[in-house]
């Protein structure tokens, strides 16, 4: 082909024919340009198309994580759940009598308030795309927003699980300076009850351990409350992404 067209411009010029030459000079310059033009064009497309496919793995990553994370999230917030119920029960039979105390197995109730169901979220996808850049392949403002929020929530939340940990923490120091752990927590571990002659019930008539399960039962609703807000905040997320 650009031997065709050099034979071209050879010929007007050995014919003289210097405005056909410019002419055709022109008319060449003008198919370069739109040669260029569809070559740019087409790896623009391509570079589009590469963008789009990636978005679109990205989409598919996040939703992934977050049903995960979200399924996770109402498998702790049952157990949070479970572990306020029973320190409410406790705090309603301080102060019982020992007869009424002993027609309720209190040790299998003082476990429960032991629990804090933490909830450890993965977040790699979101991780990834901030340390590659790749955030900046998100389009949609809102999901950023969404995002940027769910990282200042998963704060709040570790916020709240390390203070359920440390109340859940006293309480048991608390059972291994005034009780017996072991009656408390035999059924969990397959062991009988201890042979010493020691009975928990002393625990219902103690201020200090009922403020102990009382800042347990607490916290459990304050987390409770958190846990309900991050798992509408992942919905809506999860929503926004799918579109």
Sequence with gaps: MIKFFRKIRQRLLSDNKFSKYLIYAVGEIILVVIGILIALQVNNLNEVRKSNLELNKINQNLIQEFESNQKALNIAL???????????????????????????NIDSLIETSLFWPTWKPTNFVLNELKSTGKLSLIKNNKIKELLFEYERQSENVNEWNRRMEKSSQDIVDYIKNYGSLRNVN?????????????????????LKFENQVDEKVLYSQFLENVYAETDKLISEILEETRK
């Design 78 to 104: 049952g157990g949070l759940k479970w572990t306020k119920r029973g320190g409410l029960k406790i705090l309603s039979m301080m102060g019982k009598s020992e007869s009424e105390l002993n027609r309720t």
């Design 186 to 206: 035999h059924n969990r571990i397959s062991i009988k009850k201890s042979d010493l002659d020691f009975n928990n019930i002393s625990f219902f008539n103690d």
